[in-house]
């Protein structure tokens, strides 16, 4: 039972991989709420340093910028856009360049 505990508290206390941060996902009142975005010109990945990898960041952008024909520069990191659990985030912008044709 002990083992059981220790391993469910530490599965707890892990930071959730990296994702896309969307500020206004949840906001009911704004013009795109509930929509699929059509286009990006930037890109917000939020994560935990613990256990997360730059390759696995900059996998998340690559893959959002992909999602328009894009490829992700970037641009920042700050610790003020993102939840407590994965306080740090990088900013990048999605380009058009030679990769993403």
């Known amino acids: 039972m ?12 892990s930071a959730p991989p990296p994702y896309i941060h ?7 009142a704004a013009v795109n709420f ?3 975005p059509t286009d990006a010109d930037d ?10 990898t730059a390759a696995q960041v900059i ?15 970037f641009d920042r990191q700050s ?8 306080p740090v985030s990088a900013h990048y912008n999605c380009i058009v360049g030679p990769a993403a044709k």
Do not use: H, M
Not at 2 to 13: N, R
Not at 22 to 28: A, G, I, L, Q, T
């Open 79 to 86: 610790i003020l856009t993102c939840p407590l659990f994965t």
């Open 43 to 52: 890109v917000i990945v939020c994560y935990g340093r613990s256990g997360t």
């Open 59 to 73: 996998a998340v952008a690559r893959a959002e910028c992909a999602r328009f024909g894009k490829i992700p520069q």
């Open 2 to 13: 002990a083992i059981l505990l220790a391993i469910f508290g530490v599965g707890a206390c």
């Open 22 to 28: 969307r500020p206004d996902e949840f906001n009911r």
């Open 34 to 36: 509930s929509k699929e």
